[in-house]
């Protein structure tokens, strides 16, 4: 399943919930102004988009849309927490701070308060939707990460196995493994693609999209971890060391 749809979900999920959060501070910051017209109008329509606009980049500034499916979903609800506040801040010196209708400074605090509880309640839920769909989707095995098992022997066989005999997908997809002593048995030959030792390791990261490198190597093949890790440096690639 493309991966770049679900980043697109997790953006318009962004963008729709500080639009609607948006809308519903206008209406009520009537309420708090005691302003009795209420309406949307294509003024409010399009300050909402422009709001949006602005979040959605300050939230790409942030780091929120980098790595998205292996975020966990408590840590990316406190990022957000701070980055709204922040935002709200920042929203609030640009377009609030000269606010005609507010004439003392606990409707400043009533206002801002307002927008702060909306746009964050919103965007938290929607967020929490869009993630734990993610989530189901890698559990079912729907989407995936291409994975790179760096072993031949015992310890690689028994990551293999379990990995392979999980209820649920944690995503790693093994199109491989590489070798790191010629002498030593290969378990993995009929099971797994073999691509020859790990030098070779940066060729395949490249050629088969590899997102995530797992080491398993057995105890007497544990001084070449550090050049293995110098092979992927560069890579974008999560790393385990089993």
Known sequence: MRK??????????????????????????????HEMQVGIS??????AIMI???????????????????????????????TTFIGVVIIFFILLLDD?????YTQYYKTVGAYFILHLSITVILKILVLTHIKNLIKKGKIWFNTILIGSNKNAMEIYEELQN?????????VGYVH??????????DKLRHFGDYKRLESVIRRCGIEQVIIAIEPSEHEKIQE?????????????II
């Open 4 to 33: 770049g749809f679900h980043i697109f979900l997790i953006i318009a999920a962004d963008f729709i919930a500080a639009v609607a959060a948006w809308i519903l501070f206008y209406i009520l910051r009537k309420y708090i102004l």
């Open 42 to 47: 294509f003024f409010l329509i399009g300050s």
């Open 52 to 82: 949006a606009i602005f979040w959605v980049l300050f939230y790409a500034f942030c780091g929120f849309y980098v790595r998205v499916f292996r975020k966990s979903r408590i840590k990316e609800i406190l990022n957000l927490v701070w």
């Open 100 to 104: 005609e209708g507010v004439i003392n």
């Open 166 to 174: 999980s209820k649920y997908s944690i995503g790693f997809r093994i």
């Open 180 to 189: 790191v002593f010629e002498t030593t048995s290969r378990l993995l030959e």
């Open 228 to 240: 293995v890790l110098s092979l992927v440096e560069g890579y974008s690639v999560r790393i385990s």
